[in-house]
Structure formats: structure tokens, C-alpha cells
């Protein structure tokens, strides 16, 4: 047996580790739902910011952000505040804005990196949610929606980039376990919070 059918790559342990917490956070999201109209969206959009503040404040603090991906130009927060402002929230109901206390655990680069699987993955799965949100409520990227599609048109660009990255990653097995260990907690952290909310279906 080769040693790429006993350790599979990175990318296929964090696919095949995730599948079933991303397939039951995606059946209770409410975007298919008859049930969104605008109140529901800002409120989700406004849970989703809880959720994301802390968890890039962390990841910048704690500057273990993976070497050798430009985390400027993944920052998703600057966004995020823009279509609230644009749904009707100003600064001050911005900043008030209940955040997540309950985070992933990120104690390491591996760490980091199983929370940005997350993050990064959430960006492509954007593209159909912002279809359906500019069906639905009428809304695009200058009207509340900019969050769904914020790469715009690097959206596949900057996810087979940050793929390549992972495909480049070396980390043996204890290592692997460290990422595909914080890319769970980070989609089973995520769905809690939104339950909290009560923005999922």
C-alpha cells in the first residue's frame, strides 16, 4: 500500500471529517426556507457577525494566521459591517451586537488552520446563497449582500489557492488530527451559536 493510501491528504481528511456537521448546518440554515424575508435575513446576518468578530479577533491576535496566506485579503468582518449598515444598522446597534464567547479552541498553526477550512469554505457556498438571497429579497452586493460573495470574482481563485495551500501542508498525522479537530469544533461552535440566535430552521 503507498503511503498516500494510508495518510490521506489534509484536504480529504477535512472533507471527509466535516461532511456530516457541514450537510446538518446547511439543511437547518433558513436561506431555502419560504420563511426568509428581510427581518430574518438581518438577524441572521447580524448572528453570523457574532460569530465571525471574535473568531477573526482571535486568529489576528494570536497571529497564528497560516504563514504564507495572505490573511489581509481574507478578512471577512469589514464586510460583514457594511451590509448591516446597509439592513439598517448603525454603528453604535453594530457595536452592541451580541458575539460568540464560545469559540474553537485555536492554540496552534494547525489549529488556525482547521477554523480557516471553515471560513474559507463558507465563501464558495456563498455563491449559491447569494443567488437565491438576490431571488428571494431582491438584495446584491450594495444592498446588504456583499458578504455572500465577498472574493466577488476571485471567489474559485482564492479557493483553489487556499487548497493548493493545504495540498502543500506536510503535517503527519498528529497534526492532521490537530486541523480536522478545530474545522469540527468550528462548524459545531458555529451552529450552537446560530441555535442561540434563533436564526436556524
Not at 48 to 70: C, W
Not at 106 to 133: H, K, P
Not at 140 to 162: C, H, I, P
Request: glycine share 6%.
Amino acid at each position: 500500500m503507498s503511503p498516500a493510501a494510508t495518510h490521506p491528504s489534509l484536504i480529504q481528511a477535512l472533507r471527509t471529517e466535516t461532511a456530516e456537521l457541514h450537510v446538518a448546518l446547511e439543511k437547518r440554515l433558513p436561506f431555502f426556507s419560504q420563511r426568509l424575508d428581510m427581518d430574518l435575513y438581518r438577524r441572521l446576518m447580524a448572528a453570523y457577525y457574532g460569530f465571525y468578530q471574535p473568531l477573526e479577533q482571535r486568529l489576528h491576535v494570536l497571529a497564528l494566521v497560516p504563514t504564507g496566506l495572505d490573511q489581509s485579503l481574507r478578512v471577512k468582518l469589514p464586510v460583514l459591517r457594511a451590509d448591516l449598515a446597509e439592513l439598517g444598522l448603525d454603528e453604535a446597534a453594530i457595536e452592541a451586537l451580541p458575539t460568540c464567547q464560545a469559540l474553537p479552541r485555536i492554540d496552534s498553526r494547525a489549529a488556525a488552520l482547521g477554523v480557516s477550512y471553515v471560513l474559507e469554505g463558507a465563501t464558495l457556498g456563498g455563491q449559491i446563497l447569494r443567488r437565491r438571497v438576490a431571488e428571494q429579497l431582491g438584495l446584491d452586493a450594495s444592498s446588504g449582500a456583499a458578504f455572500l460573495n465577498v472574493y466577488g470574482e476571485l471567489t474559485g481563485r482564492r479557493w483553489k489557492d487556499f487548497l493548493q495551500y493545504l495540498d502543500d501542508r506536510n503535517l503527519g498525522e498528529a497534526r492532521t488530527l490537530e486541523v480536522t479537530r478545530a474545522a469540527k469544533a468550528t462548524f459545531s461552535h458555529f451552529e450552537h451559536w446560530l441555535d442561540s440566535q434563533k436564526v436556524l430552521l
